[in-house]
């Protein structure tokens, strides 16, 4: 009698002659397939005593989900397939999110062998997991890895909370310092917001200050968006209705960040990923414009007051358009800070940064810190300039002309 077993891991096997009983000690140094075959010794007599298999897993430290996202191996062609796996080449598929046909489905059983081996390390079984995380998982959609975060993120207390919202949940699996960057967005907005400002308006900063406050809550409800809708996703949603659209089959399937790394067993062609700009784009338009209606309605609101109060300034403040801002500032969002926020989301953090330095957890967030702090201002900058391009906003000097 044979028992053939294919174990993503390195092991050693010892076999003890004295019951018959062999032993399995399984260690994962590295992610190299081993196939394992377990035969009786021979005997004259009926072999009446049961062969029994001892699994022994020594644990040693995760894996980092980094690694899993950026070390590529060799793939195939067409398709733009991203499936970083160990498994050789991955095929094209023309951007199929299972990968090529069989490939796919090899990626898709490995992944399911690794999950099972976490399970185990954890002493966790399938039913203790989210509905959508485990449905991901007997897809064959999440990697051992992804899993392992989960359990590291399951252990605070806030992120336990913040996990129980699908978006949060599938980003920070992603990225386990998608809420540090958060906060480093909101907080340092509204100081490089205003800095910017200064820098472009200088001696006509305090005559133009219900402008400033305007672009500031603007970018204050904005700010938030711009790191939630680029940021590189897990994905855990279930598979869109069959009746559905074309249409919306097509942005469905597309990732939530253009660059983003495809997990194992999942590909992006060119187009979708094009079609994640696009998508996007059309969401931060939305999220512009109605932050933007809100900025400065609250605006028109303060120079009224300020018009009540102090009658020499009704000739020198006039209340801020809000249509043509508020749909200037949309396709701003939609142009401008969508493509920065893809590629530093995409790019410069998933790609570059945290293959380098997902080992050094604070170096790592200082510098993500410095590039978006760097990121903000210069879209201060931008939308400064923008706005003016397009005759929505004036600098005091040309309003003085204008009226002169």
């Known amino acids: 009698m044979s028992i053939a077993s294919c174990f993503f891991a390195s092991a050693s096997l010892s076999t003890i002659s004295n019951n018959n009983t062999p032993e399995l000690n399984l260690n994962r140094p590295s992610p190299l397939p081993l196939r394992l075959s377990v035969t009786t010794p021979p005997s004259s007599s009926s072999f009446t005593t049961p062969l029994s298999l001892h699994l022994h897993h020594h644990r040693r430290p995760p894996t980092s989900l980094f690694l899993a996202f950026s070390t590529p191996t060799s793939s195939g062609g067409?398709?733009?397939?991203?499936?970083?796996?160990?498994?050789?080449?991955?095929?094209?598929?023309?951007?199929?999110?299972?990968?090529?046909?069989?490939?796919?489905?090899?990626?898709?059983?490995?992944?399911?062998?690794?999950?099972?081996?976490?399970?185990?390390?954890?002493?966790?079984?399938?039913?203790?997991?989210?509905?959508?995380?485990?449905?991901?998982?007997?897809?064959?959609?999440?990697?051992?890895?992804?899993?392992?975060?989960?359990?590291?993120?399951?252990?605070?207390?806030?992120?336990?909370?913040?996990?129980?919202?699908?978006?949060?949940?599938?980003?920070?699996?992603?990225?386990?310092?998608?809420?540090?960057?958060?906060?480093?967005?909101?907080?340092?907005?509204?100081?490089?917001?205003?800095?910017?400002?200064?820098?472009?308006?200088?001696?006509?900063?305090?005559?133009?200050?219900?402008?400033?406050?305007?672009?500031?809550?603007?970018?204050?409800?904005?700010?938030?968006?711009?790191?939630?809708?680029p940021a590189p996703t897990v994905?855990?949603?279930?598979?869109?209705?069959?009746?559905?659209?074309?249409?919306?089959?097509?942005?469905?399937?597309?990732?939530?960040?253009?660059?983003?790394?495809?997990?194992?067993?999942?590909?992006?062609?060119?187009?979708?990923?094009?079609?994640?700009?696009?998508?996007?784009?059309?969401?931060?338009?939305?999220?512009?414009?109605?932050?933007?209606?809100?900025?400065?309605?609250?605006?028109?609101?303060?120079?009224?007051?300020?018009?009540?109060?102090?009658?020499?300034?009704?000739?020198?403040v006039e209340n801020v358009p809000i249509l043509s801002t508020s749909v200037a500032y949309g396709v701003y969002m939609a142009v401008s800070s969508n493509l920065r926020y893809q590629v530093l989301a995409g790019v410069i953090e998933q790609r570059i940064l945290e293959p380098l330095l997902h080992q050094h957890k604070l170096i790592l967030s200082a510098i993500c810190f410095a590039v978006r702090t760097g990121n903000t201002y210069l879209g201060s900058l931008l939308w400064v300039d923008y706005a003016r391009l397009i005759g929505i906003q004036k600098a005091h000097e040309d309003e003085k002309v204008l009226s002169g």
Not at 85 to 114: F, I, L, P, T, V
Not at 131 to 137: M, N, R
Request: aromatic share 10%; with cysteine.
């Open 235 to 316: 994905a855990l949603r279930s598979s869109i209705a069959v009746h559905a659209g074309p249409i919306s089959k097509f942005f469905y399937n597309c990732p939530d960040n253009a660059f983003q790394v495809a997990l194992s067993g999942t590909s992006y062609s060119l187009l979708q990923r094009l079609g994640a700009i696009a998508r996007n784009g059309a969401k931060l338009f939305a999220v512009g414009t109605t932050s933007s209606l809100v900025g400065t309605a609250v605006t028109n609101a303060l120079i009224n007051a300020r018009k009540a109060v102090d009658k020499s300034s009704e000739g020198e």
């Open 78 to 229: 067409g398709g733009g397939d991203d499936n970083y796996n160990n498994n050789g080449g991955s095929g094209g598929g023309g951007g199929n999110n299972n990968g090529g046909d069989g490939d796919g489905e090899n990626a898709g059983e490995k992944n399911r062998e690794e999950v099972l081996i976490v399970l185990a390390e954890a002493k966790r079984s399938m039913e203790s997991l989210p509905k959508d995380l485990a449905a991901a998982i007997k897809d064959g959609r999440i990697p051992g890895a992804v899993l392992s975060r989960y359990f590291e993120l399951e252990k605070s207390g806030l992120f336990k909370w913040l996990m129980q919202f699908g978006g949060f949940k599938e980003r920070l699996l992603a990225d386990d310092l998608f809420l540090a960057k958060v906060l480093f967005e909101c907080g340092v907005g509204i100081f490089t917001k205003t800095a910017a400002e200064y820098d472009r308006r200088r001696e006509n900063f305090f005559k133009e200050l219900e402008i400033v406050f305007a672009d500031v809550v603007m970018a204050i409800i904005a700010d938030f968006m711009l790191v939630y809708l």
